[in-house]
């Protein structure tokens, strides 16, 4: 294979490699019925711009599916029963950040004073720490596991709507 | 009276009305057929083709020999009476609609003082 025709090869295949992963992000159900034909009409659409109009037309017709994306899935994630569950997990999620950054700031601010007024810092200071693992640890742990809640509940959704 | 069709439900349904379509096929002539103005995306069509697959207006095509495009097995989708329905309906509406546009553009001659 020419060098040329090698690279352009490559380039598509990873373009739709990238599309197909996209596709993972709308509701199972969705997915499960048209990600084949989406897939199809990436890869019809992508052959079709380059013969015509060659790598700009590729451009745009990538340009184009990657532009509906956004829209369709937040359509399509409209659609399902969930909305207000995840819009419930972003709450708790903000909540628990705002509590965790708010419940360290204090001492925090105290530290620096410090620091700054040129006080040595306590050698070991285990609140101090503790407080700064939990302004980490806690909102992603909630992130995660909210989420990790949301796609479960998500998946057997998908499967009890499953068309046959 | 009938909701107003959606551009893209109502370009979908015209172009299914002169035959059977895939996806991709769909789309094309979507947009050869509004000239450009009405460009739907894949995520949109078919989310559209399910919405009118749940109301009926469309369905999938059954299969008369192999519908490969190359070398895929693509699915067909035809409208159905009711789909026609609608289409007609919503035509009617436009036409309705430009007629009382053209009616009050052209107004009763010398009705200005």
């Known amino acids: ?164 | 009276m009938a909701q107003p069709l959606s551009p893209a439900v109502f370009h979908v349904l015209l172009v299914l009305a002169s035959g059977d379509r895939h996806g991709y096929g769909i789309m094309k002539d979507v947009l050869a057929q509004s000239d450009g103005s009405v460009k739907l995306g894949p995520g949109t069509l078919y989310g559209t083709l399910q919405r009118l697959i749940e109301c009926q207006w469309v369905a999938e095509a059954p299969r008369a020999g192999p519908r490969t495009v190359q070398g895929r097995d693509r699915r067909y989708y035809r409208i159905t009476g009711k789909g026609k329905a609608a289409l007609d309906g919503d035509v009617a509406r436009l036409e309705q609609l430009v007629r009382v546009v053209r009616a009050v553009k052209e107004g009763p001659r010398g009705s200005r003082s």
Request: hydrophobic letters at 50%; aromatic letters at 10%; charged letters at 20%.
């Open chain 1, 1 to 164: 294979m020419a060098p040329e025709a090698d690279r352009l090869a490559r380039t598509k295949a990873s373009g739709l490699a990238c599309y197909r992963l996209a596709l993972r992000l709308y509701p199972q159900a969705f997915y499960r019925q048209y990600a084949e034909e989406l897939e199809a009409d990436f890869e019809e659409a992508s052959d079709e711009s380059f013969r015509a109009e060659g790598a700009a037309g590729l451009a745009r017709a990538w340009a184009r599916a990657w532009a509906d994306l956004p829209w369709s899935l937040t359509r399509e994630w409209l659609r399902t029963a969930w909305p207000p569950a995840v819009v419930l997990a972003t709450l708790a999620a903000s909540f628990a950040l705002y509590a965790s950054v708010f419940r360290a700031y204090g001492p925090l601010q105290q530290y620096r004073q410090r620091v700054a007024a040129g006080i040595p810092p306590p050698q070991d200071s285990p609140e101090l720490l503790w407080l700064m693992l939990l302004m980490v640890l806690v909102p992603i742990g909630s992130i995660i596991i909210v989420s990790g809640v949301i796609t479960l509940a998500l998946r057997r959704k998908g499967r009890s709507t499953r068309r046959v």
